[in-house]
């Protein structure tokens, strides 16, 4: 292979331990490839990825417990939280504000600034979950949606969304929550996050991520289809009426990807594969204890440890693909392609720089 060739390779994940991106399982590979040309967004004209994506939607309803889903398989969590934001903006009166944890993924950002609506960040606790009396505080009768996180993309915490469902429920407002990294780690843990453990309107959670379906391929679920409906628009000039995704045009790889992972792991795969990420964080979290450093107990698959910047940069410098919390933590998630030997190389590395 020719430098050249070699620059433009595509990323390997051999000592990727940031990212809640991974390598796609093969099933999903190669129904991406044969589906990459169709358009789910014009479902009349392409009916049979529309057909996968409304199979993959209800799988996706197996996931988070909800018996009836309505939603559509997005490109990510960006997109799926910006429509939760945007339908309950549709579905209020007047001027709106949103309530979210300040450990909301930043895509929150995003969408109080493309749909101009007020964004209030609660803080957190001392274990990284939505302060409760906080959410109490920001919300009022003109709170759209109350945002709660399955799953934060720091620290891998997951908030009291019963709790936050009640806060919702006192204001008139809906309940979202982003569960875009955490949704297939969920399942098998004793955590209330569902559709099914409390009256959650609409929801995120990315096969992309943990779900080992190629990018982009994002979930936005909704319990009632009035939210849906208060997202579309009518389309002309396309065979089918409207459309209430928030992209127009959107491949079916991503759909067809989905569909294909979500038959092959759910729900024994997707169980083995939380069990070897929780042991692996588990595991790296009591060798990094044992080092002196301060280290998050993992809730989820993602360990954050008080590492000093010095030797931060050098295992950057040896190719190690980390990141840091907004509080400089490091942050490694044991996403699938994650191993133990991955673990067991960063730990020499991590000696050698200590």
Not at 117 to 144: F, G, K, M, Q, S
Not at 284 to 303: I, M, N, T
Request: hydrophobic share 40%; proline share 7%; net charge negative.
């Amino acid at each position: 292979m020719t430098r050249a060739e070699t620059r433009r390779a595509p990323q390997d994940f051999e000592r990727v331990l940031s990212s809640m991106c991974t390598d796609p399982h093969p099933a999903a590979r190669e129904a991406a490839e044969r589906f990459l040309a169709t358009n789910p967004g014009d479902p009349e004209t392409y009916p049979t990825v529309a057909d996968l994506e409304r199979e993959a939607v209800a799988m996706l309803g197996d996931v988070v417990a909800l018996d009836d889903p309505h939603g559509y398989v997005a490109a990510g969590g960006t997109e799926a939280n910006l429509q939760a934001v945007r339908a309950a903006r549709n579905l209020a009166d007047g001027d709106v504000n949103v309530v979210a944890p300040e450990s909301a993924h930043f895509s929150f950002q995003k969408a109080a600034d493309v749909l101009d609506v007020e964004l209030r960040l609660a803080p957190t606790d001392d274990d990284h979950r939505a302060d409760i009396d906080a959410v109490v505080d920001l919300a009022d009768d003109d709170t759209a949606v109350v945002v709660g996180v399955a799953g934060t993309t720091e620290y891998g915490r997951v908030d009291p969304i019963p709790a936050l469902a009640d806060v919702a429920a006192d204001v008139g407002a809906r309940l979202h929550v982003d569960a875009a990294w955490g949704g297939f780690f969920l399942p098998f843990t004793d955590h209330d996050w569902s559709f099914s453990d409390a009256p959650v309107d609409t929801m995120t959670i990315d096969p992309h991520k943990v779900g080992q379906a190629p990018v982009p391929a994002g979930g936005f679920l909704a319990r009632d289809p009035e939210t849906l409906d208060a997202l579309a628009i009518a389309t002309p000039y396309l065979e089918s009426d409207t459309q209430p995704t928030l992209g127009g045009t959107r491949s079916g790889g991503g759909v067809a990807g989905a569909h294909a992972v979500l038959s092959e792991l759910w729900p024994g795969g997707y169980r083995e594969q939380y069990e070897r990420s929780q042991a692996n964080a588990d595991y790296l979290a009591a060798e990094l204890s044992a080092r002196g450093y301060d280290v998050v107990d993992p809730e989820l698959p993602l360990v954050a440890a008080d590492l000093p910047d010095d030797e931060f940069h050098a295992l950057r410098d040896e190719g190690w693909r980390i990141s840091r919390t907004a509080s400089d933590a490091l942050r490694v998630v044991c996403m699938p392609h994650v191993t133990r030997e991955m673990l067991d190389a960063f730990l020499v590395d991590v000696d050698a720089v200590a």
